[in-house]
């Protein structure tokens, strides 16, 4: 399979284990704000006991002989209800409504069937502490799903970096391995002309010895840059989820597009994109959400619940919806707090410590990332220039080394002067393509910190 670097990054993003991976953990987050917003639209439940069905000894009291006795007694007992409820943001509390149907059957001395009904019943219950939950969910849950969303894309564009990391490795042993497949071939070549001139006493035998040494050396250099390859070449396969088996074939980007980055500019899209800055606001509103509950809770706690109904009893279905009967409840709880040791106070104030110190964590969570696309940004911009210096240096070294071999056929040149300009060419193409990889994996991390597309210029979503 023959990859380019944009193909191995697009593999990795969409369809490698760990990027769906981190999609499925989005996914967790995505139904949960699902199940939120669904909380804040009216819940309609029916509770219902179809049969409940007693038989048991039960102790009465009998006129008669003025004693207690125990007497059999019988019971079933049906009923329904169905109930809604729509929660009420604004105040923190939520209205609910209510209608049912029961039915008590007693089968002992005395048979006796009783119809209970509650045609209609509606109410309002709130916790009376000053603490709204629906009010800070409201801010608290579109900022979790976007935080999860943003670790989303930052995950899968690190699992992309990884691979393009992996896909710059593989081209190095790649290139390790073709300079190690033409040195042998050039070493077999020279190591003919070398015996060739050695028969005429063009050279010495101590200079024949060195081009069989070099022909020896080299096919050692070949062996481990196959190994190496085949080693990179698994590495990528499995990351990209292919079979271990696969040969790669890479193209690698000897040229690069034209790329302007300013700090200004990447800060900026990182503060807009990167989930570091907006897991840390979230942490600290979280925390200072926790610590106004428990300031709240430190003191008089007290709720209440009031409902206005119709209900009525009757021994006949059909009698048990006549002239209903008002139903009113009004429930006021109290809880005051007379000793408890500093219990509550304490906790709220750990609560404001941990408030705090989130606070402090986001300041340094933004410093740190700041600081990050920085040098980035300033390695981006060196390595770019560093790549276009290597590339005259290698051309530079091939002509240098071609003019010299050709020198060396003629017998021109000793065979230190070929050796050396070989290794200078060869240094050369390993410099070109540590500079390509140097300034890929810093670009492909600024982009990962800013989940920007700078060449595109567009926000990156996965």
Do not use: C
Request: aromatic share 10%; proline share 3%; glycine share 4%.
């Amino acid at each position: 399979m023959t990859l380019d670097l944009e193909r191995t990054f697009q593999l990795a993003t969409d369809s490698s284990i760990t990027a769906d991976r981190y999609r499925s953990v989005f996914q967790e987050a995505h139904f949960a704000w699902l199940s939120w917003m669904a909380g804040r639209k009216p819940q309609i439940s029916l509770t219902s006991i179809p049969l409940q069905y007693e038989q048991f000894m039960t102790q009465r009291y009998v006129s008669n002989t003025d004693n207690d006795e125990y007497r059999e007694q019988k019971r079933l007992v049906s009923s329904i209800d169905l109930q809604a409820q729509q929660v009420m943001e604004p105040w923190g509390g939520s209205f609910y409504a209510s209608t049912g149907l029961a039915y008590l059957g007693n089968y002992g001395d005395i048979v006796q069937h009783q119809f209970a009904t509650t045609p209609v019943r509606v109410g309002y219950r709130q916790e009376l502490l000053g603490y709204n939950p629906y009010r800070w969910s409201r801010q608290t849950e579109p900022m979790r799903l976007n935080a999860a969303r943003q670790q989303m894309n930052y995950s899968v564009e690190q699992t992309g970096a990884e691979a393009v990391k992996r896909f710059f490795t593989l081209a190095v042993a790649q290139e390790q391995l073709r300079m190690a497949q033409e040195q042998l071939q050039t070493s077999d070549s020279i190591l003919a002309i070398g015996r060739r001139r050695f028969s005429i006493a063009s050279i010495s035998k101590a200079e024949l010895e060195i081009l069989a040494l070099q022909r020896s050396l080299a096919t050692t250099t070949l062996k481990s840059a196959q190994l190496s390859y085949q080693k990179a070449t698994k590495s990528l396969a499995l990351w990209l989820g292919m079979d271990e088996l696969t040969q790669l074939e890479l193209i690698v980007p000897s040229v690069l597009p034209h790329l302007s980055v300013t700090v200004g500019d990447a800060i900026h899209q990182a503060s807009q994109h990167n989930p570091n800055y907006l897991s840390a606001e979230l942490k600290e509103l979280e925390a200072r959400r926790d610590a106004q509950q428990l300031k709240r809770k430190k003191g008089l706690n007290a709720s209440i619940d009031a409902s206005i109904g119709l209900n009525q009893v009757a021994e006949r279905f059909e009698h048990a919806y006549r002239s209903p009967l008002v139903q009113n409840q009004v429930t006021v709880n109290l809880t005051v707090p007379i000793a408890d040791y500093g219990k509550q106070r304490n906790a709220w104030l750990a609560a404001e410590s941990k408030a705090e110190t989130a606070a402090r964590q986001r300041q340094e969570q933004h410093r740190d990332t700041e600081l990050d696309i920085v040098q980035t940004v300033a390695e981006v911009n060196q390595r770019q220039s560093m790549v276009d210096d290597t590339r005259q240096s290698l051309q530079i070294a091939e002509d240098a080394y071609t003019a010299m071999l050709q020198r060396f056929v003629r017998g021109q040149a000793t065979v230190n002067d070929l050796s050396l300009a070989q290794q200078y060419w060869q240094d050369a193409r390993r410099g070109q393509i540590t500079a390509l990889q140097d300034f890929w994996n810093s670009y492909y991390h600024l982009r990962q910190l800013t989940l920007y597309d700078f060449f595109r210029h567009q926000p990156i979503h996965h």
